[in-house]
């Protein structure tokens, strides 16, 4: 009660238009889900026993030799991916906070644009390394040894997800290590608690908080993984749920089986998302700003970080050249350049991730600025479930959501642009969740510093906006936007359902190219996928340092 008065100076129009914004998602996923539930044989087994029937199916599925191994492979490629990307992220997070060496920011740097890398770039660029025709392969070639790689497989899908996870697993530990409070790094020290003393009495228990989230969300996104496991896999003996969904519907056109799958990702995938969400509640680190005290480490550790370091420089920079290597080939430019597929690619992509990261950005906007009139009164816990809410997209793989999408469609004679729609809502929708991230505290902030200044003075709207709130928030939008269209220009869920020849994306092409094994023509995509994106990543730094500067 005592948050009653605070009612009156709240903005209900806010309120109103987030509470609609959540209303509209709620009402988009609810139709994608129900069109999972109400394919002729779901419906039959329905109207029997009303959900008996449906439960029986999914429990048969179960049971069902093929999709029981489907799922076993899919829990443990996704479990061998964490933990290989934890592993390594963590000497590679050790080495980074006491090595220093030219190039460090660089590094660092090259971690951050990984992880918005497009995927079949990555895929391709790990292909031109490892594959039967890649640089590993003339160099085992040219000593003459007898051993042939072969990168398709679990080898290939664990390589692409440790090429992925790595750079995130590393910056997340790395700023925890930078979050010790230097006290007690001195302290220690000073007591001579050194080398593996030091790291299990000191660093460890700062580290333990964040591996449990951090395993979940890595362990989520392998799970999910779709374009990885759809070119490295090799075979059906390699196949995930969400490659086992796109066979159902693309090659076999088992609509039921696709949407009974589809079910049972979209289950698993919501429990790995409370867990997750359970365990971040827990995590708490803070990174203080200044020098970082660094005790002195024995030879030895500092020879398996300097090891380290040049292990994490090959395994994540030769992929990176291999892309602009096999670039410079002017065949292959004039073959590309005369293709018309690529400026129709490239002109949709362009158009796709533009239009999806605003839309993201637009709808992470309009629910915080309702969110956060709860969180000025008072009300946390109502303002964080709200924007759980929108956090819950992550829960619901864009393949699912595409699958629903792609059964209501299905009759119904969509042209370019209803597809093109399609497409954009479903980045868009995949993108918010990272905005939501990005923007939450700057905008919370704000109303906190400014709401009863901006009450006082009686500026509202626009005003408001330009004159009070814009400086606080710039950086953030532009950083959020820039995010949602890199991962809108790499993303292939959503067009590999909804593309053809007559509408394509740049993912699309090079998915097609690599299929057909037209390898010059591929390397010219991947490497304008890759300058868009560097392009893009180029843009954010330029804004934090703007924001910084000021």
Known sequence: MKNLPFLRQLNTRHISLALLLLLALGMFYG??????????????????????????????????????????????????????????????????????????????????????????????????????????????????????????GLTGILLAHVFFNLPLSAKVLLNTLQSIPTQ?????????????????????????????????????????????????????????????????????????????????????????????????RHTETSVPVGEHYRIRLSKGWQRLQRLMIGFVVLFIGLPLLSVVVNAMDWQAWQNSLQNPQLYKALGFSLTIACSAGVLSVLMAVLLLLGTRQFYFAGWVRLANNLVNVGMVVLAIPTLVLSVGLFLLLRSLDVGIGGLFVIVVLCNALMAMPFALRILTQPFYNNMLYYQRLCQSLGITGWARLRLIEWQGIRQPIFTALALAIALSLGDFTAIALFGNAEFTSLPHLLYQQLGNYRSDEASVTAFILLALCVGVFLGVEREEVKGEVK
């Open 184 to 280: 007690q790094r001195k302290l220690a020290y000073q007591l001579g608690v050194l080398d593996w003393n030091f790291i299990r009495l000191v660093e460890l228990p700062y580290l333990r908080q964040q591996l449990p989230s951090l395993f979940v969300l890595i362990f989520m996104l392998c799970f999910t993984s779709f374009s990885v496991v759809l070119i490295m896999g090799g075979s059906p003996k390699y196949t995930t749920l969400e490659v086992a969904i796109y066979q159902a519907l693309i090659f076999d056109f088992e609509l039921q089986l696709g949407a009974m799958i589809a079910l049972l990702q979209f289950a698993f995938c919501f429990a790995l998302f409370a867990l997750s969400s359970y365990l971040s």
């Open 31 to 152: 139709t994608s889900v129900y069109q999972l539930l109400t394919l002729p044989q779901a419906s039959q087994a329905t109207a029997e026993g009303n959900t008996q029937g449906l439960l029986t199916q999914l429990w048969a599925l179960l049971h069902d030799d093929y999709i029981q191994h489907v799922i076993a492979f899919s829990f443990f490629q996704a479990f061998i991916s964490a933990v290989l990307s934890i592993g390594l992220g963590l000497l590679t997070a050790h080495a980074l906070f006491y090595q220093e060496f030219i190039g460090k920011q660089w590094l660092i740097r090259v971690f951050s644009l990984s992880m918005v890398l497009p995927v079949l770039v990555a895929v391709f660029a790990l292909l031109s390394v490892y594959g039967k025709s890649g640089w590993l392969a003339d160099l085992i070639a040219y000593f003459e040894l007898d051993w042939q790689p072969n990168i398709y």
